[in-house]
T-cell receptor
Framework: AQRVTQPEKLLSVFKGAPVELKCNYS??????LFWYVQYSRQRLQLLLR??SRESIKGFTADLNKGETSFHLKKPFAQEEDSAMYYC?????????FGTGTRLQVFP | NAGVTQTPKFQVLKTGQSMTLQCAQD?????MYWYRQDPGMGLRLIYY???????DKGEVPNGYNVSRLNKREFSLRLESAAPSQTSVYFC?????????????FGEGSRLTVL
């Protein structure tokens, strides 16, 4: 079965604290994984993709095939990081999303 | 630079009424998608179209029909709306999977079925 699991609905941290948003996947093939973000009153947009191994806005995510995880991390959270974050898996021509984690960063 | 445009942005229906959500993209993308977003459920794929002339069911297709009218347009139809279809609907488009896989989303259409 193809599935993306984000166990936390809400994650609240203070500014400057480290952040880790968890994502686990279930897929028998070679996974292609993404993180999307939806800021308040903005469209859902791509944050980063595992294949690029890039850091965007200070966020990184490493694919761990052994643990079937793709956790999103940032060492020092900022207030502007407050948003809804979705992990997504691409099997074929479609994208399957997790249930999302709302990140709240307090001043 | 419109990207993906959805209409209408808001709609209230009575149970049993029908309506069509329209979506158009101006990026010459091959693939288009319809998702619904519900609290605690995330985004769930309703239907998608990998290329003009083809459509496929996603995770939650029941109660919906789609039409890929041409390369630009992909509409979603509710033939007999039910309260369970109250949701925010998002249209998206992307290049073929040979490319980056990035989806570009519309602003969403909020549908309430009474």
């Amino acid at each position: 079965a193809q599935r993306v699991t984000q166990p936390e609905k809400l994650l609240s941290v203070f500014k400057g604290a480290p952040v880790e948003l968890k994502c686990n996947y279930s897929y028998s093939g070679s996974p292609e994984l993404f993180w999307y973000v939806q800021y308040s009153r903005q469209r859902l947009q791509l944050l980063l993709r595992h294949i690029s191994r890039e850091s965007i806005k200070g966020f990184t995510a490493d694919l761990n095939k052994g643990e079937t995880s793709f956790h999103l991390k940032k060492p020092f959270a900022q207030e502007e990081d407050s948003a809804m974050y979705y992990c997504a898996l691409r099997p074929g021509d479609k994208l399957i999303f997790g249930t999302g984690t709302r990140l709240q960063v307090f001043p | 630079n419109a990207g993906v445009t959805q209409t209408p942005k808001f709609q209230v229906l009575k149970t049993g009424q029908s309506m069509t959500l329209q979506c158009a993209q101006d990026m010459n993308h091959n693939s288009m998608y319809w998702y619904r977003q519900d609290p605690g459920m995330g985004l769930r794929l309703i239907y998608y179209s990998a290329s003009e002339g083809t459509t496929d069911k996603g995770e939650v297709p029941n109660g919906y029909n789609v039409s890929r009218l041409n390369k630009r347009e992909f509409s979603l139809r509710l033939e007999s709306a039910a309260p369970s279809q109250t949701s925010v609907y998002f249209c998206a488009s992307s290049e073929t999977r040979a490319n980056t896989g990035e989806l570009f989303f519309g602003e969403g259409s909020r549908l309430t079925v009474l």
